[in-house]
């Protein structure tokens, strides 16, 4: 039998990755000033640096994305309104309700395609204007890459198809763009051609871009205005944030390259885990950092508990789904071992019932 792991690998969430040794000096280094008074200098070189790179006219540095996407649809929709969501999106599963808590907002699930909604399944559900009884649709959100559909991406078209058919509507798009640098690598086109198709755009720099802490939040000057005092409402205002924003510079210069890395990771990890019995692994649907495992006829918190003893860190997210993510810090070595755990733990689990894990 194969020895357990020398040194944990944690392929839990691209959230797990340690700032680069770069992004270090430059916190340490970091001009900084008060944010909040709009005077730490490198927070504003890093939200004009988003804006340019999103292709829209502000951005605002929130401490995390679901305070950006919160922000998002607080800025495109108001108590009593409503906002289409895809029934997995992240902001419909993971995001505590904010949108009804803080904004009075329903959000109205629609199932899509691994993600993608279709534009005519989009117009059936916006609602008619005239009809005093339904909540006006606002704004509909989008996500790419979908997080629980294995990060999958939305083709160029699809996504400009459904977002013209939401703005033919009088409604505004907010994406999600969390790892919109991974969607953009996988469809093969700068993030700002994305981006068009979306009014208001948010991405994280702690996910693929290994920074320690922080999203960002795009959109037009006004959008950005209103959204700042959001942040303040909700507690986001921060001060010396610049310690933060040097880290974002350097991983928009420097990590978005190498997110083909961890894609090729994936697929090499995906193609692996596929030849393994007992484990189902569609390796050719992996189109970015996500890999899913179905576990058929065993739980997968008991698979999850077994590499867990061999030092290899991984997800439940379903009764028997595993998912694992690749990442900065991540090496083909470490993809080689992680397919002999997996083929080493996946000796008799006794199948108990799952419990679905988040993140």
């Known amino acids: 039998m194969a020895t357990p792991l020398t040194s944990v690998i944690d392929l839990r969430s691209d959230t797990v990755t340690l700032p680069s040794e770069e992004m270090r ?42 305070m950006g996407n919160l922000i998002g649809l607080l800025v495109n929709a108001r108590s009593g309104q409503e906002v289409i969501v895809e029934a997995d999106a992240h902001v419909f599963y993971y995001e505590g309700g904010g949108a009804a808590t803080v904004g009075g907002i329903q959000l109205r699930p629609l199932h899509g395609t691994r993600g993608v ?50 703005h033919e509507h009088g409604a505004a798009v907010h994406l999600d763009g969390a790892r919109i640098f991974n969607a953009a690598l996988a469809v093969g086109v700068p993030a700002r051609v994305l981006a068009e198709c979306a009014d208001t755009v948010t991405f994280c720099l702690s996910k693929g871009l290994g ?58 990890l995906a193609e692996g885990l596929a030849g393994i019995p007992g ?60 397919i002999d755990a997996f083929a080493v733990a996946l000796g008799a689990q006794p199948a108990v019932a799952g419990v679905a894990v988040s993140s």
């Open 25 to 66: 000096r430059a916190m340490a280094a970091a001009e900084l000033g008060d944010d909040v008074f709009r005077e730490d200098p490198t927070v504003n070189r890093l939200e004009a640096r988003a804006a340019e790179l999103m292709g829209k006219e502000a951005a605002l540095l929130v401490p995390s994305g679901t």
């Open 117 to 166: 909604l279709c534009p005519d399944k989009i117009e059936a559900a916006i609602r008619p204007r005239t009809d005093v009884h339904q909540p006006p649709t606002a704004a509909v959100a989008f996500e790419d890459s979908h997080n629980r559909r294995g990060g999958a991406v939305w083709p160029l078209e699809a996504l400009r198809d459904a977002s013209a058919v939401v």
């Open 211 to 268: 920074c320690p802490v922080g999203s960002v939040l795009t959109g037009s000057s006004e959008a950005i205005t209103a959204g700042r005092r959001w942040r303040k409402m909700l507690g986001g205002g921060m001060r010396q944030a610049g310690v933060l924003a040097a880290a974002g510079l350097v991983a928009l210069d420097t990590m978005v390259g190498r997110l083909a890395d961890d894609h090729q990771n994936a697929r090499t």
């Open 279 to 338: 484990l189902d692994c569609d390796a050719n649907g992996v189109q970015t950092n996500i890999v899913m495992v179905q576990t058929p006829g065993l739980a997968a918190t008991e698979l999850v508990a077994a590499c867990r003893a061999r030092g290899l860190l991984a997800l439940a997210s379903g009764p028997q789904r595993v998912r694992l993510v690749t990442h900065y810090g991540i090496e083909q070595t470490d993809i080689d071992r992680v």
